[in-house]
């Protein structure tokens, strides 16, 4: 247990709202990041931190925005939330285990906007 | 660009074995990882290959060669429990930066 746990695990929201989703460690890991995932996607990076108040965009971070004040929290926003943002959104950090790169995922977010 | 291609699905018997195969391109490689993810689950870390060659935990063992840009995951004794999508996963960059494939789905049949 990577001590990644993942608020709220569920949310329906409507369009235009903000939307925040939270990401907590216990680990006090320096990488962190969030991904979401759509059926024929796979997982897509959105957005990633290297330290307090270090981020850095993904691949698909267009409406996202992230912010980190504290090592153990990472927080993802919708400014205003889209129906193409339903997803389920997972955040994971890095491991740190010598050479081995692997990440460590938490239980995920589900996401819908109606 | 970058993408990874690995096949959609893949069915197989229990106790037999199965390789799923990964290629990819991309610009900074860092290394290829296998990732396992259950129905409702998230994914879970399998295996990792900075260097060519051939690694082995139990009953996975994950494949390299840089130079053809390509990988498999290699599952022996298949069980009821490895029904699961696999995905590979390109690490690119020194922040450890994950570019998934659209993962391969596992059906183990009895």
């Known amino acids: 247990d990577a001590g990644i746990t993942q608020s709220p695990r569920h949310k329906v929201t409507e369009t235009g709202t903000p939307v925040t989703l939270r990401c907590h460690q216990t680990?006090?890991?320096?990488?962190m990041y969030w991904y979401r995932q759509d059926p024929g996607h796979g997982l897509r990076l959105i957005h990633y931190s290297y330290g307090v108040k270090d981020t850095d965009k993904g691949e698909v971070s267009d409406g996202y925005s992230v912010s980190r004040s504290k090592t153990e929290d990472f927080l993802l926003t919708l400014e205003s939330a889209t129906s193409s943002q339903t997803s389920v959104y997972f955040c994971a950090i890095r491991g740190s285990a010598g050479v081995v790169e692997e990440q460590y995922f938490g239980p995920g977010t589900r996401l819908t906007v109606t | 660009g970058q993408s990874l291609e690995q096949p959609s699905e893949v069915t197989a018997v229990e106790g037999a074995i199965v390789q799923i195969n990964c290629t990819y391109q991309?610009?900074?490689?860092?290394?290829l990882s296998w990732y396992q993810q259950h129905d409702g689950g998230a994914p879970t870390f399998l295996s990792y290959n900075a260097l060519d060659g051939l690694e082995e935990t139990g009953r996975f063992s994950s494949f390299l060669s840089r130079s053809d840009s390509y990988g498999y995951l290699l599952l022996q004794e298949l069980q009821m429990k490895d029904s699961a999508s696999y995905f590979c996963a390109v690490t690119r960059g020194s922040q450890g930066n994950l570019i998934f494939g659209k993962g391969t789905k596992l059906s183990v049949k009895p």
């Open positions: 680990e006090n890991h320096r990488y």
């Open positions: 991309t610009s900074g490689f860092y290394g």
